[in-house]
Nanobody
Framework: QVQLVESGGGLVQAGGSLRLSCAAS????????MGWFRQAPGKERELVAA????????YYADSVKGRFTISRDNAKNTVYLQMNSLKPEDTAVYYC?????????????WGQGTQVTVSS
């Protein structure tokens, strides 16, 4: 069993930055691919960024490439999402996710979500 707890969301002006953290419980954190999804009101949940268990492979949605950076610290059981040059369209609830068997297509665990609001 893995529990995921996100933090770091909040209200920021356009052009600003936030860093989200996702702390995982359990001893097998390093065996999971991790990702950040987001869901805006009235829209489907979408994968924003993903990172392999070793950190050697990453994925970014086109809408965040060059602005967001995903990283992980397996010693701290934590995955991060550094978000720079934020835009109002980045406003959403951001969810951390863990996948033990695929590249974030068959999620084993979800966090509870953290709200990110970007004002114009």
């Amino acid at each position: 069993q893995v529990q995921l707890v996100e933090s770091g969301g909040g209200l920021v002006q356009a052009g600003g930055s936030l860093r989200l953290s996702c702390a995982a419980s359990g001893r097998t954190f390093s065996s999971y691919a991790m990702g950040w999804f987001r869901q805006a009101p009235g829209k489907e949940r979408e994968l924003v960024a993903a990172i392999s268990w070793s950190g050697s492979n990453t994925y970014y949605a086109d809408s965040v490439k060059g602005r967001f950076t995903i990283s992980r610290d397996n010693a701290k059981n934590t995955v991060y999402l550094q978000m720079n040059s934020l835009k109002p369209e980045d406003t959403a609830v951001y969810y951390c996710a863990a996948d033990s068997s695929s590249w974030l297509s068959d999620i084993d665990y979800w966090g509870q979500g953290t709200q990110v609001t970007v004002s114009s």
